[in-house]
């Protein structure tokens, strides 16, 4: 009565297949594995240095006024 035989295992497969259907077992696993590749994903993210801004959010300083972004306009001379 320790393990489980072989038999056993299909009974339970047998049973299984009975109650969910053979064709909604593949569309269950599918939508697990998505599960899990958007929880590693959001791992990942997560990872990421929170202290670096994003590109293209404004920057600021420690009293919570915008830094002005210096751009310097070349005129060319002409000749």
């Given at each position: ?30 939508d ?48």
């Open positions: 009565m320790g393990s489980m035989s072989i038999w056993h295992w299909l009974i339970v497969l047998v049973v299984v297949l009975l109650l969910f259907g053979a064709g909604k077992i593949p569309k269950l696993m599918g697990m594995a998505k599960g899990v590749t958007a929880f590693k994903k959001g791992l990942k993210d997560g990872e990421e240095d929170p202290a670096k801004p994003a590109d293209g959010a404004p920057q600021v300083t420690a009293d919570g006024a915008p830094v002005a972004a210096t751009t310097e306009v070349k005129k060319e001379a002409k000749v």
